[in-house]
């Protein structure tokens, strides 16, 4: 294309200005943090593929103070971005049942409760 | 019509964030905290034999895959957002780290 479209500058800081920018960006940062933990869940797996002494040495580097730290940072990341998923799932897809429109609440309350679901049966696999 | 590769990047990219949304959070108070503190124990012989198991494979490589690429797609938006361009760097390190972290975990989870 040959065309130069007129690119208006944006400050980088532009998300300091509002309060709700600053939890848009928070909100955006959370990806960080589940990438994160996805690459120690990979090392994980790594790991676990190289047998059993392997495999304790990830669970002890986990456990760690430092691991533990790390992980706490991500599980509040993880949380906030749950939330502000779920909050999102009745404008990012609105649900007609018969002609009506499914209100919001129960959009987002269906969410919590496959959260909660899901977080049984995974604590419960695990607790095996 | 123009053909468009935006479908096969977006739907990745909402299933990750549902993965992440339901799945990644017990994942780290199990790892974060529930394993250190002693209350769960996560067993070789438990985990290698869900692991072992092809459903499970399949669960454990969505667990991790889909909210990396997630993440990847998301990251490289928000460095749009934050004037760090729209180019080709961003691009490649964001959707390239994503697939390191995809193939490895496939790769490890074949051989396990």
């Given amino acids: ?128 | 019509m123009a053909r468009s590769n935006k479908p096969l990047l977006w739907l990745p990219f909402a299933g990750g964030g549902l993965v992440a949304a339901l799945v990644t959070p017990v994942l780290i108070l199990i790892t974060g905290v529930l394993v250190p503190l002693g209350i769960l124990h996560l067993h070789y012989e438990t985990i290698a034999a869900f692991a072992h198991n092809p459903i499970g494979k399949l669960i454990l490589f969505g667990a991790v895959a889909l909210p990396a690429w997630h993440a990847a797609h998301r990251l490289r938006m928000t460095a749009h957002d934050l004037g760090l361009g729209g180019g080709f760097t961003i691009k490649a390190a964001c959707y390239g780290a994503a697939w390191l972290l995809i193939l490895a975990a496939a790769v490890a989870l074949i051989a396990t």
Avoid: D, N
Avoid at chain 1, 2 to 26: D, G, N
Avoid at chain 1, 88 to 110: F, H, N, Q, Y
């Fill in chain 1, 1 to 128: 294309m040959s065309r130069r479209p007129y690119m208006r500058k944006v400050e980088r800081s532009w998300w300091l200005h509002q309060p709700r920018y600053v939890l848009y960006m928070i909100r955006e940062l959370t990806s960080l943090f589940v990438g994160l933990y996805c690459a120690l869940l990979v090392v994980g797996l790594v790991r676990l593929s190289q047998g059993q002494a392997a495999w304790e040495g990830f669970v002890a580097a986990f456990s760690s103070p430092l691991g533990i730290a790390f992980q706490l940072v991500c599980l509040a990341f993880a949380i906030y971005h749950s939330v502000t998923w779920f909050a999102l799932t009745p404008k990012a897809m609105p649900l007609m049942v018969k002609g009506e429109p499914v209100p919001g609440i129960v959009i987002v309350g269906s969410h919590y409760v496959a959260w909660a679901v899901v977080s049984i049966i995974v604590l419960i696999a695990a607790g095996r």
